[in-house]
């Protein structure tokens, strides 16, 4: 399959900064790249001594291990047969912004350099919040117990993505990772600024929007790569039941031709296949760049471990939604007027439902799930305070000073 390498994505953003100077209408017209050197509106200088600064800005600058993704219009939901008749992901029409996500789950060892550095700048409640549960390994009647003591810091795991992490320590993650980086690119600009609520201004152009986890929108839209589907003017020749073409599971070309294309459970009791000719090649997780890459260049969308979404779990979300850049952010229209007055659709109190204002949704499948639960549009959901073996997640970020 193809994807988008960094090459690529270096010369989009080249005929991004072309596009946007080309579609002003009055030849020399000011940009943001090129603002001129005066107001257009006032005629005064800018960056005198005591005038307006204007920044020299030369478009978003790359994050570590993101990934652009181009938005557009998509239809989102579940593309397999509703066998659990959750009716919860029905197809419906968006509109999704283009943004960028990490071209990988987050690893062991990017945990283990966030577990170094807050240890050191943050206090002893904070690092310890931050620990990873690794009882999630634990189970009374199998014998996964060097899990429990391995599987985050022994070096050979460095590259397997992190598990027994929580919604909430996941965004603990993000708001870290926005910080440290934005630091670092702020002191390669020569401006100084510090970890405990320095800002750095957002009129200077050299720091990034925050790192996040991606909406269930975006993760499902960046899932399905249908770029990889275009045929002449916006026209998709097919829709996808997984990230890649068909509804075959095995690679179909080349010498890998029968090897699988995910890491998840085939059947009952088979996690990897046999020894000397290992299905998926892991009984557990797998190395984050392994299998090949969506249509987006984007690793393990399927399979390997679930990933939080930012979305609250609502089964109603497909019937309650906006169709530019869906989002599920609390218990709006939770309570429904009924000719009785008002009532509450997710009954928690009267012991009637699960769902609360605490749970989030989880997507992709994994290593212990079968393939069914690989397809983008199908979706679950847990307590955001709680973590499994089989959950990890990965960040995502808006594309900014751009209307597409």
């Given at each position: 399959?193809s994807?988008?390498?960094?090459?690529?994505?270096?010369?989009?953003?080249?005929?991004?900064?072309?596009?946007?100077?080309?579609?002003c209408?009055h030849?020399?017209?000011?940009?943001?790249?090129?603002?001129?050197?005066?107001?257009?509106?006032?005629?005064?200088?800018?960056?005198?001594?005591?005038?307006?600064?204007?920044?020299?800005?030369?478009?978003?600058?790359?994050?570590?291990?993101?990934?652009?993704?181009?938005?557009?219009?998509?239809?989102?939901?579940?593309?397999?047969?509703?066998?659990?008749?959750?009716?919860?992901?029905v197809?419906?029409?968006?509109?999704?912004?283009?943004f960028?996500?990490?071209?990988?789950?987050?690893?062991?060892?990017?945990?283990?350099?966030?577990l170094?550095?807050?240890?050191?700048?943050?206090?002893?409640?904070?690092?310890?919040?931050?620990?990873?549960d690794?009882?999630?390994?634990?189970?009374?009647?199998?014998?996964?117990?060097?899990?429990?003591?391995?599987?985050?810091?022994?070096?050979?795991?460095?590259?397997?993505?992190?598990?027994?992490?929580?919604?909430?320590?996941?965004?603990?993650?993000?708001?870290?990772?926005?910080?440290?980086?934005?630091?670092?690119?702020?002191?390669?600009?020569?401006?100084?600024?510090?970890?405990?609520?320095?800002?750095?201004?957002?009129?200077?152009?050299?720091?990034?929007?925050?790192?996040?986890?991606?909406?269930?929108?975006?993760w499902?839209?960046?899932?399905?790569?249908?770029?990889?589907?275009?045929?002449?003017?916006?026209?998709?020749?097919?829709?996808?039941?997984?990230?890649?073409?068909?509804?075959?599971?095995?690679?179909?070309?080349?010498?890998?031709?029968?090897?699988?294309?995910?890491?998840?459970?085939?059947?009952?009791?088979d996690?990897?296949?046999?020894?000397?000719?290992?299905?998926?090649?892991?009984?557990?997780?797998?190395?984050?760049?392994?299998?090949?890459?969506?249509?987006?260049?984007?690793?393990n969308?399927?399979?390997?471990?679930?990933?939080?979404?930012?979305?609250?779990?609502?089964?109603?979300?497909?019937?309650?939604?906006?169709?530019?850049?869906?989002?599920?952010?609390?218990?709006?229209?939770?309570?429904?007027?009924?000719?009785?007055?008002?009532?509450?659709?997710?009954?928690?109190?009267?012991?009637?439902?699960?769902?609360?204002?605490?749970?989030?949704?989880?997507?992709?499948?994994?290593?212990?799930?079968?393939?069914?639960?690989?397809?983008?549009?199908?979706?679950?959901?847990?307590?955001?305070?709680s973590?499994?073996?089989?959950?990890?997640?990965?960040?995502?970020?808006?594309?900014?000073?751009?209307?597409?």
């Open positions: 399959m994807y988008v390498n960094k090459k690529v994505r270096s010369v989009s953003l080249m005929l991004l900064v072309m596009m946007m100077v080309s579609s209408s030849k020399g017209a000011p940009t943001s790249i090129s603002p001129g050197g005066e107001s257009t509106f006032t005629g005064l200088a800018y960056n005198d001594e005591e005038g307006f600064q204007v920044s020299d800005f030369y478009g978003q600058p790359d994050g570590p291990n993101l990934v652009y993704i181009e938005g557009g219009r998509t239809v989102l939901g579940t593309f397999e047969e509703d066998i659990l008749h959750k009716n919860d992901n197809e419906r029409t968006v509109t999704v912004s283009s960028y996500m990490d071209e990988t789950e987050v690893a062991n060892i990017h945990w283990l350099e966030y170094f550095y807050i240890k050191r700048d943050s206090s002893d409640e904070f690092y310890k919040s931050a620990l990873p690794t009882s999630v390994w634990e189970a009374e009647l199998s014998y996964n117990d060097p899990y429990v003591e391995h599987y985050l810091r022994y070096p050979g795991f460095r590259y397997f993505p992190v598990v027994g992490v929580t919604w909430e320590q996941a965004n603990d993650y993000c708001a870290w990772r926005t910080a440290v980086v934005n630091k670092k690119l702020a002191e390669e600009a020569g401006i100084e600024v510090s970890l405990d609520g320095g800002r750095i201004p957002l009129e200077t152009g050299i720091v990034l929007p925050n790192y996040r986890l991606p909406s269930e929108a975006e499902e839209y960046a899932a399905m790569a249908l770029v990889g589907t275009q045929w002449l003017d916006e026209n998709q020749t097919h829709r996808r039941l997984y990230p890649w073409d068909g509804h075959a599971l095995r690679n179909p070309y080349g010498r890998e031709m029968g090897v699988f294309l995910a890491n998840f459970k085939r059947g009952r009791g996690y990897a296949g046999i020894s000397g000719k290992l299905n998926d090649g892991a009984m557990i997780t797998d190395y984050i760049y392994s299998h090949p890459p969506n249509d987006y260049g984007l690793y969308m399927a399979g390997n471990v679930n990933e939080w979404v930012f979305d609250l779990y609502r089964p109603l979300t497909f019937q309650d939604f906006d169709d530019l850049n869906p989002l599920r952010r609390n218990g709006y229209l939770d309570k429904q007027v009924s000719s009785g007055g008002a009532s509450v659709r997710y009954d928690v109190k009267g012991y009637q439902s699960l769902i609360t204002d605490n749970v989030r949704v989880y997507k992709g499948g994994s290593w212990k799930d079968v393939a069914y639960w690989m397809s983008p549009g199908n979706r679950r959901y847990l307590r955001q305070d973590a499994t073996s089989t959950i990890g997640f990965r960040c995502a970020m808006i594309r900014a000073g751009s209307n597409y």
